[in-house]
């Protein structure tokens, strides 16, 4: 009955699956953070926590539903000589979904920077960014429950390694969603991340398979990029604030 715990096997399988999981989870982390990050600041933390579990739900969901899954992969019609399957269409959609959405947010984040803020409509409901982080958590899921599908049989292996894998984004939500409203160019790298995301969704939706390695390295690449970029403006405005008390001391004395 338990000769799976002794099983290398079964752990390696689950540790690797876990990892997969969470590097998944990376972009509906950033999705969650710029969405939560429109709200009020009381209510941010509660919308990361519902967003996540709506995340875990949908990926536990699809997950019993493995047969409907699979059918999903099977054509429905053909345009042009190109099959569709139910797959291919959440996909396409959901990738049109987050780069309209994506592109919204960056024209608003501009707007905002250079003042035009008072143009922006009323306030958004708490409502409408859990509806839009359902929707797109299907989207995300969908994506993460085929991976466990091929990478592991046990059933019961998959459901832990999900959930682990979506306690562990929830801890690491909140520190990366502060990160990214305390820099604005953090956040704009972060929506340029989705639209990133959002050509791969429709890419794949049309059986354009693009590694995803490439893609998180890019990612990453940009990401750590940018961190040295703040690090560097933070030392500037350091010795720029030093200099300026030792010419003030200077005048004093």
Known sequence: MLDWVTDPQIWIGFFTLVALEIVLGIDNIIFISILAGKLPPEQRERARVLGLAAALISRL????GLSWVVQLTEPLFAVLGHEISG????????????LAKSVTEISH?????HGE????AAAVSFT??????????IVFSLDSVITAVGMVEE?????????????????????ISRFVDQH???????????????????AEGLDQHIPKGYI?????????VELLNIRMRSRQRKKVATSAEGETASKMH
């Open 117 to 120: 803020d008072g143009k922006q």
């Open 128 to 137: 409408s960014v859990i509806v839009q982080i359902m929707l797109l958590d």
């Open 109 to 113: 984040t501009m707007d905002v920077a």
């Open 155 to 175: 059933i019961g292996v998959m459901i832990a390694a999900v959930v682990v894998s979506v306690l562990v984004m929830l801890f690491a939500s909140g520190p």
């Open 216 to 224: 998180y390295f890019a990612m990453a690449f940009s990401v750590v």
């Open 87 to 98: 797959r291919d269409l959440i996909l396409l959609v959901g990738g049109l979904f987050l």
């Open 61 to 64: 969901l699809l997950l019993l």
């Open 184 to 202: 604005p160019s953090i956040k704009m790298l972060a929506l340029a991340f989705l639209v990133l995301i959002g050509v791969v969704l429709v």
